[in-house]
């Protein structure tokens, strides 16, 4: 079964800093997909970015981009210019398939607390 | 359009009443979800229906009922739940039940007395 690991319960940074979270994940598969969801106080999920396993390039998205290192298992976000708005949990997710091979779960890490300090 | 909806936001329930969460998406997608949430955890899937057909169940207790009366609607009836049922309800959609990125609706908070 795949797990999600992320290391860091609770991270911290200035804003206008730049901050990365760690993710690792497990899996024996050799096409999937990954993403970082923000929860913001609010509660509701969005989606930060994706990656597609078998993409080289590593996914950006204006601010937050991704550093996949596919043989490592390793997927960290990283976060340029902190604003206030970005304090949330950040969830790693490895899209998964189901038995039956047609349904796919998010399997989630723990998640990461972050603080944007002004 | 990338919104799901929920409702209600907070419910309050005892121990043997009958209520309903309900969840819309006018999306076209095809695959909904059910998450239930506790503080401070990630979501944990409850329900996947593919096609408006339940294709998932991940030993979800029966005093959770889904149901998918069309392609934009989910609804989870809840009957006799138990104070470790609080919490965050978390609903979900995607265009395909394939690895495309779900969308999350902003949950219904329940709490049962």
């Known amino acids: 079964a795949q797990t999600v690991t992320q290391s860091q319960p609770e991270m911290s940074v200035q804003e206008a800093e730049t901050v990365t979270l760690s993710c690792t994940y497990d899996t024996s598969e050799s096409d999937y997909y990954l993403f970082w969801y923000k929860q913001p106080p609010s509660r509701q999920m969005i989606l930060v970015i994706r990656q597609e396993a078998y993409k080289q390039q590593n996914a950006t998205e204006n601010r937050f981009s991704v550093n996949f290192q596919k043989a490592a298992k390793s997927f960290s976000l990283k976060i340029s210019d902190s604003q206030l708005g970005d304090a949330a949990m950040y969830f790693c997710?490895?899209?998964?398939?189901?038995?039956?091979?047609?349904?796919?779960?998010?399997?989630f890490g723990k998640g990461t607390l972050l603080t944007v300090n002004p | 359009d990338t919104e799901v909806t929920q409702t209600p936001k907070h419910l309050v329930m005892g121990m043997t009443n009958k209520k309903s969460l309900k969840c819309e998406q006018h999306?076209?997608?095809?695959?909904m979800y059910w998450y239930k949430q506790k503080a401070k955890k990630p979501p944990e899937l409850m329900f996947v229906y593919s096609y408006e057909k339940l294709s998932i169940n991940e030993s979800v207790p029966s005093r959770f009922s889904p149901e998918c009366p069309n392609s934009s609607l989910l609804n989870l009836h809840l009957h006799a739940l138990q104070p470790e049922d609080s919490a965050l309800y978390l609903c979900?959609?995607?265009?395909?039940?394939?690895?495309?990125?779900?969308?999350f609706g902003p949950g219904t908070r329940l709490t049962v007395t």
């Open positions: 979900a959609s995607s265009l395909e039940p394939g690895p495309y990125e779900q969308y």
């Open positions: 997710a490895y899209r998964s398939e189901l038995s039956g091979g047609s349904n796919y779960k998010l399997t």
């Open positions: 999306m076209g997608h095809r695959a």
